[in-house]
């Protein structure tokens, strides 16, 4: 996953993790659905937010977030 330096802020982005636009480290996460080919949309979120968490069971590494705080 490559990380990148400062987020676009164009269209008003905000974290979906802490719903800040603070210009820190950012990771893009692809968006579950949008997939087209080899292609994915995905979501800025800061780096120093991300805390995932592994479910060996299902084999899934995940991160629950507030819905709707953009
Ligand atoms: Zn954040």
């Known amino acids: 996953m490559n990380v990148f330096k400062k987020p676009n802020l164009s ?3 905000k ?3 802490c719903g800040k636009s603070d ?3 950012f990771v893009l996460i692809g968006i579950e659905g949008t997939e087209e080919g ?3 949309q995905a ?7 991300i805390e995932l968490t592994y ?3 299902i ?3 995940y991160q629950k ?3 709707g705080i953009k």
């Open 59 to 61: 084999g899934f590494i």
């Open 11 to 13: 269209g008003g982005w």
């Open 38 to 40: 080899l292609n994915i």
């Open 43 to 49: 979501e800025q979120v800061h780096l120093d937010c």
């Open 55 to 57: 479910d060996t069971r």
């Open 15 to 17: 974290c979906p993790i």
């Open 65 to 67: 977030i507030e819905k």
């Open 23 to 25: 210009e820190k480290e």
